[in-house]
């Protein structure tokens, strides 16, 4: 599985640095995607386009949702000048989801290794929902609410009411199985490193699941140990350790230095002990 750590701590703050495809990139990649959906669908209305999803209707689907973050992933990865790369990516994703809608019965056999949590704000949380209901749960000490998904190769698709019931899983399993494939993600050692070493890490997969992480970290630090978490957007995971002077600069810079501007999180630090979490 793909992760990594960035990590650097100097006097009085941190030295943060992020690369990220440009915004008018990713602008141009969502717009090749909906005309490439639009000249092989006719039939699918495209009703507002962002960087990270692209909404859409059609005679089976009356509030369709595609999540970009796969294209992005595919078609970044390429120069910018790769026409024809872009082109195959978009086919690969069409052909693998778009063809019947997205829509697609729920398994345990097929979905269950493939089910993760998201983060996202609790006031976001009728807009998710109002068109579905799905599974959901608040977290304790933050303004934000967990969603769940089944993240496969090629598509990432929320796991709604319905699809639970698909599943034949309580929503308490769901939960525990989401975490469960987190942590082959995220090993203690992205948390002992800032703990055991006084190092502030900076996790940055940019899997969407970077922000989800924190979920793991009280589960990670012994009863006597805290640490300070970062979570602006949610593919930003920052961890420092609290600091001896009370000077919390650096960890407030990053935590108003989002990665992606489309999927706000936290703008303050979070206290994180193995009991749970705080707000600063």
């Known amino acids: 599985m793909k992760w990594f750590f960035l990590f650097s701590a100097v006097a009085g703050g941190v030295i943060l640095s992020m690369i990220a495809a440009p915004l008018s990139r990713r602008k141009k990649i969502a717009a090749e995607f ?21 909404h859409f209707q059609s005679d089976h689907v009356k509030n369709g949702q595609i999540d970009l973050h796969k294209i992005m992933t595919g078609c970044t990865a390429l120069k910018a000048e790769d026409r024809e790369g872009r082109r195959n990516i978009y086919e690969w994703f069409f052909n693998s989801v778009l063809v019947n809608d997205g829509i697609e019965t729920f398994s345990r056999e097929k979905h269950a290794e493939h089910i993760l949590p998201q983060l996202i704000r609790a006031e976001h949380l009728t807009f998710f929902t109002k068109r579905c209901p799905m599974p959901h749960r608040r977290l304790d000490g933050l303004p934000l609410c967990i969603l769940y998904v089944a993240d496969s190769e090629q598509n990432m ?10 599943l034949e899983m309580p929503p308490g399993e769901l939960h525990e199985l989401a975490l469960a494939n987190l942590r082959k993600l995220f090993p203690e050692q992205a948390v002992r490193i800032v703990v055991d070493h006084h190092s502030m890490n900076l996790i940055a997969a940019h899997d969407c699941y970077d922000a989800a992480r924190l979920l793991l970290v009280p589960g990670y630090l012994n009863e006597d140990e805290k640490l300070l978490a970062m979570i602006p957007d949610r593919d930003t ?13 650096g960890v407030e810079q990053l935590a108003n230095t989002p990665f992606n501007e489309d999927k ?9 002990t193995r009991n749970g979490f705080k707000l600063l």
């Open 237 to 249: 995971l920052g961890l420092a350790p609290v600091p001896e002077s009370g000077d919390m600069t």
């Open 264 to 272: 706000l999180l936290i703008n303050r630090p979070i206290l994180v």
């Open 157 to 166: 698709q929320y796991i709604t009411e319905e699809a639970l019931r698909e």
């Open 34 to 54: 909906a005309a490439y959906i639009k000249a092989r669908r006719p039939d699918i209305s495209i009703n507002r386009i962002t960087t990270s999803h692209i």
